[in-house]
């Protein structure tokens, strides 16, 4: 599924990760120790991103995304659901818009594959 956010020109790989920095998934294209590193950097991305609304004055924000820019890429970072997140790497010239977007309809259907319903024999009701 996280491939399907490549398929934007310019879009180079992705990493689904716990907010605890495991990694869940990544594209294929990406090594899985370097898509481990990605999750465990991300997720420190993302709980700064989280400790810096307070630096917009406006008390109760609420983080949406982290856009991290290199001379060379761009990193995008959003909420995947509760306790995951969605990041991935592009070139300078990916169009900014249709990466989000488009990240944005993977979270909505990764909502659905990570929903899970209560584990048998746990006494928690549907």
């Known amino acids: 599924?996280?491939?399907?956010?490549?398929?934007?020109?310019?879009?180079l790989?992705?990493?689904?990760?716990?907010?605890?920095?495991?990694?869940?998934?990544?594209?294929?294209?990406?090594?899985?120790?370097?898509?481990?590193?990605?999750?465990?950097?991300?997720?420190?991305?993302q709980s700064l991103s989280r400790s810096l609304a307070f630096f917009c004055d406006q008390p109760g924000l609420k983080w949406q995304q982290t856009v991290v820019e290199f001379d060379g890429g761009w990193i995008f970072l959003i909420s995947a659901?509760?306790?995951?997140y969605l990041a991935v790497s592009a070139t300078t010239d990916v169009d900014m818009e249709s990466i989000t977007y488009r990240m944005q309809l993977i979270v909505s259907q990764l909502g659905k594959e990570l929903a899970t319903s209560p584990r048998e024999g746990t006494g928690a009701r549907p």
């Open 81 to 84: 659901g509760s306790g995951a």
């Open 1 to 11: 599924m996280l491939d399907g956010v490549l398929e934007i020109p310019g879009a």
């Open 13 to 45: 790989h992705a990493v689904l990760v716990s907010a605890d920095g495991l990694l869940m998934t990544s594209s294929k294209e990406l090594d899985k120790d370097n898509a481990e590193r990605a999750a465990a950097g991300m997720s420190g991305v």
